[in-house]
């Protein structure tokens, strides 16, 4: 069965600045999808960004950028220029390429505050 | 108009009770999926479907029912309810694998339930 670990349950940063979610996974497939989803106080769980594991180059998404790295089993989010409205709780998600296995698999998440 | 809606948003009940929890698409999709999310665990699956006439199991089924009445409505019962249900509940839709961006789910705005 596939794992996804989010191992900052908490990240800090200033407005205006970067930072870097972490996300690792485990899995024996070579054909698989990885999400990033955003929760914020809403609690609608929004679409961040979205990459095919047979894709080499890095998903982006405006100030939203991925460093897939398919060996180490690594997905990491950079939010660029963060913004107040960043601050969420961010989900890591796996889903695998079978037609059947249609379910996501989540992190447990990572809160993100962002300071003046 | 939001694309996946859900009803009610919020809900305090009784152990013991049954409960109905609805889901409404305008997406056109014929996946559906019911999640539930507590706090330090991220989303797990319930049950999905693929079509008005599939109903499959998902990692924490017991003490939940679904039903499919139509492409557009997928609902989740608890039959009796009991405290430890008491959580947010996510549906979701996608398209076919290999349809468009059928590996992406989306996201209703979750329903709150309370088991006292």
């Known amino acids: 069965a596939q794992t996804v670990t989010q191992s900052q349950p908490e990240m800090s940063v200033q407005e205006a600045e970067t930072v870097t979610l972490s996300c690792t996974y485990d899995t024996s497939e070579s054909d698989y999808y990885l999400f990033w989803y955003k929760q914020p106080p809403s609690r609608q769980m929004i679409l961040v960004i979205r990459q095919e594991a047979y894709k080499q180059q890095n998903a982006t998404e405006n100030r939203f950028s991925v460093n897939f790295q398919k060996a180490a089993k690594s997905f990491s989010l950079k939010i660029s220029d963060s913004q107040l409205g960043d601050a969420a709780m961010y989900f890591c998600a796996y889903r695998s390429d079978t037609g059947t296995a249609s379910k996501l698999t989540f992190g447990t998440g990572t809160r993100l505050q962002v300071t003046l | ?116």
């Open chain 2, 1 to 116: 108009d939001a694309d996946v809606t859900q009803t009610p948003r919020n809900r305090i009940t009784k152990t013991g009770k049954r409960i109905m929890l609805e889901c409404s698409q305008t997406k056109g999709h014929d996946r559906m999926y019911w999640y539930r999310q507590d706090p330090g665990l991220g989303l797990r699956l319930i049950y999905y479907s693929f079509d008005v006439k599939d109903i499959n199991k998902g990692e924490i089924s017991d003490g939940y029912s679904v039903s499919r009445q139509a492409q557009a409505k997928f609902s989740l019962s608890l039959e009796s309810a009991i405290p430890n249900q008491t959580a947010l509940y996510f549906c979701a839709t996608s398209d076919f694998l290999g349809q468009g961006d059928g590996d992406t789910q989306y996201f209703g705005p979750g329903t709150r339930l309370t088991v006292l």
